[in-house]
């Protein structure tokens, strides 16, 4: 039998995989996520133009708009089951514009515009900061971490920096415009660059996932009315509203850093006692088998004092086993 007809065979059935793969029918849940997507993207290319023109307002109410949607694509498509590689690629892809490049333009076109290519040097560090924050990201989903650690991204996320780096446009919509003197374009400058290495550096932010995940049924009528009468005051107050929280959120910044450094160290404690409990068990052992080995008269009462220990030893780590043991990953 001619050996090269085995593989012909082997790659005709690959081949006509690969045809069906193509033409299969695709459940139209699993295009909904991905049209929350396009429509956020649409969003951030209409800040872009709106931002040229000249239109800050249009062109903030689009990166906002565009925000909320970025929070939702990932919820539907839980929900709904249609998770796809294809819908991930192009959310980071979405983020890149409508949280990388939209606020960065905006900036330029708003107040840097004066300074040519400085300014233009210190907006694209920004868009490029947030495309290494997003492959990072990506990188890092899967990886196993401690459940609490849901609760805390690496660096600042890109639609939470796109927020914040426009500061300086809502300080100077309610009447502290810092385009009136060099050094304040300086300041800006400045801010625009800490926005940018907050996202590629490792310092811990707060996500709010586990928040999201369970709430207590007494906080759910105080939380409801927050919400309220935050959005109440984001469409009244949209500059004031959204430089308040500007500055709320830089300032959680180091709460959530220490938050995180007091978990890091109680799970290190956690494994110092797992350890230690290691150590105890192998001294116990020991001390037993000398016991057993030796014809003392007294091996039964020195036996005695040598297996409650181990027994404690061994209750101790189990129980810190069981405290440290993250839950499985949805």
Known sequence: MDPILPQLEEETRRRRGRLLFRHRRIPVRMLVPNFFTLLGLSAGLTSIRMSIEGRYDLALAAIVFAALLDGLDGRVARLLKASSRFGAELDSLADFVNFGVAPAVMIFTWGLGDLKSIGWIAVMIFALASALRLARFNVMIDEDKPRWQKDFFTGMPTP????????????????????????????????????GFLMVSNIP????????????????????????????????YPHETLAGTSVLYLA?????WRRFQRNLDRDAEAMAMVDDGDDGDSSAGIGVSNVQGSGNPDDA???AKVEPAKDASTT???????LRTPEPRS
Do not use: C, H, N
């Open 160 to 195: 939470a920096a796109a927020i914040v780096v426009l500061l300086p446009v809502y300080l100077a919509a309610v009447g502290l415009d810092l385009r009136d003197a060099l050094w304040m374009k300086v300041i800006v400058i400045v801010y625009t660059l800490t926005i």
């Open 316 to 322: 101790d780590r189990s129980r810190v086993v069981e």
């Open 252 to 256: 959680m910044i180091p709460v959530g």
């Open 205 to 236: 932010t707060y996500s709010g996932k586990l928040l999201g995940e369970r709430i207590s049924r007494e906080w759910v009528l105080p939380i409801f009315v927050v919400a309220v009468a935050y959005v109440a005051m984001l469409v009244t």
């Open 301 to 303: 009462s020195q036996r």
